[in-house]
Antibody, heavy 121, light 107 residues
């Protein structure tokens, strides 16, 4: 059974850092494009970043230069390092598995349960 | 970026009704259009990909159609578990973009 389990969220002050993790099970994540999508409270879905299976990385303009996506294939784990956090980064962060991908865009067939990140003083 | 616009933003319907949600892209996305369902407190769930292909396990009352810029998601006979928010998403060009969502409520 495919599962994605996120961790690492929490409360952080503006300007601070957090690292999210997403452990995949039931499939080998190194052979898939993996993505982070976020959802601000009461709002819609926003793409954050994608790591494709060949090593390419893609970022939304709103996080470029502040967030870094990476993988540890031995651990079947996807990461999102978030630096210089702002109040507007407050959201539930989901990791998702990509299918039918072209460059940095795919549709997403499996999603984690989500992890809340709150940026506030 | 490709803008995705859904209509309506909210919809009230009854069990057994036929419901259609529309998604329009700001430029052609060919058939690279996907639909998700999200219930409160849960992650989104893929329903339809490539405009009209069913994700495994999705009930046959859900169907998708369209090509280019105009797409529809139809639920043929609403069931109680279908009341949720629905999102369209284009996977034609980076960045992938979502519609604003359609909140389907019980009348």
């Amino acid at each position: 059974e495919v599962q994605l389990l996120e961790s690492g969220g929490g409360l952080v002050q503006p300007g601070g850092s957090l690292r999210l993790s997403c452990i995949a099970s039931g499939f080998t994540s190194s052979t898939y494009t993996m993505t982070w999508v976020r959802q601000a409270p009461g709002k819609g879905l926003d793409w954050v970043s994608t790591s494709d299976y060949s090593g390419g990385t893609y970022y939304a303009d709103s996080v470029k230069g502040r967030f870094t996506i990476s993988r540890d294939n031995a651990k079947n784990t996807l990461y999102l390092q978030m630096n210089s956090l702002r109040a507007e980064d407050t959201a539930i962060y989901y990791c998702a598995r990509g299918r039918g991908c072209s460059g940095g865009t795919c549709y997403f067939d499996y999603w984690g349960q989500g992890n809340m990140v709150t940026v506030s003083s | 970026d490709i803008q995705m616009t859904q209509s309506p933003s909210s919809l009230s319907a009854s069990v057994g009704d036929r419901v259609t949600i529309t998604c329009r892209a700001s430029q052609s996305v060919a058939n690279c259009l996907n639909w998700y369902q999200q219930k409160p407190g849960e992650a989104p769930k893929l329903l339809i990909y490539a405009a009209s292909s069913f994700q495994s396990g999705v009930p046959s009352r859900f169907s998708g159609s369209g090509y280019g810029t105009d797409f529809t998601l139809t639920i043929s006979s609403l069931q109680p578990e279908d009341f949720a928010t629905y999102y369209c998403q284009q996977s034609y060009r980076t960045p992938p973009t979502f519609g604003q969502g359609t909140n389907l409520e019980i009348k």
